[in-house]
């Protein structure tokens, strides 16, 4: 990023914010959620479908149909192979995502990025006559540092000493919280020329491809309203961290990286009438039960 805040102090409060809030989420898991997939495992192959296979078909056949330029549709579509953005889980529990459910999928999608990742830019070289590469150790480096292990922590924590976890995780949620909203503004002053400099084409495609994410998600993630919320909201929330790994170690175009900061910003506004809604929908079922 070249903008105005030192890119340093954007990465390093990047990375503190997503330690203590998927450190504070496995404060609030246990083995015994995670083990429900295991009786159900059809809700989880459709989740999988969805968030690693049809969204980037559908990044595809957008930037296709809108005639986005190259290295605008390279940007996008880069977004759409990268999942399991570290704050989709606390956006899908926020929204009323299944308690069990939510975390498994996170979960298993971080670990399959290691090997969906180079898969799909190998895909994406034959399309667009691209030689990128990204090897698979990086890609289980970023998801492990930056999901699996404070998640895991978390969780050892509750196993551990489930008083403790108790009186720890209201304190880390707000912590959390915080952070969240300060980076979200640190982020959105240092990237909003990009965004800008994208251009209307491009932010109404990345718009496009979030709400058809949310929509395939919403459909597939059935029939329980809470796995359909789960699956929607992280096949939408797509994973900047790795796309811009693979921009950076391949040397991208300006443009690419501009497209992918784009992305950042204009889906996480695309996803917020998603999650109204389902907040509204969770709670008018809850009074009526």
Known sequence: MSGPIPEWIVTALAA??????????????????????WQRPGPMGRGLFTVLIAVPALALVITRALELPRLAAIGIVLMAISPGAPVALRRSLGAGGHRAFAPSLQICVAILAVVSMPLSIAALNHVYAGHATVAPWLVARQVFVAQLLPLGLGMALRYASASMAARLEPGLGRAGTVLLVVLAVLALIDVWEETVGAGVRVAGAIALTTGAALAVGHLLGGPEPATRTAVAITSAARNPGLALLVATLNAAAPEIKATVLAYLVVSVFAI???VVWRRHAGGRIGSSG
């Not at 914010?17 to 429900?36: D, I, Q, S, Y």
């Open 16 to 37: 503190v914010t997503v330690f203590t809030v998927m450190f504070g989420l496995g404060l609030r898991l246990t083995l015994a959620e995670l083990r429900w997939i």
């Open 272 to 274: 917020v009438p998603y």
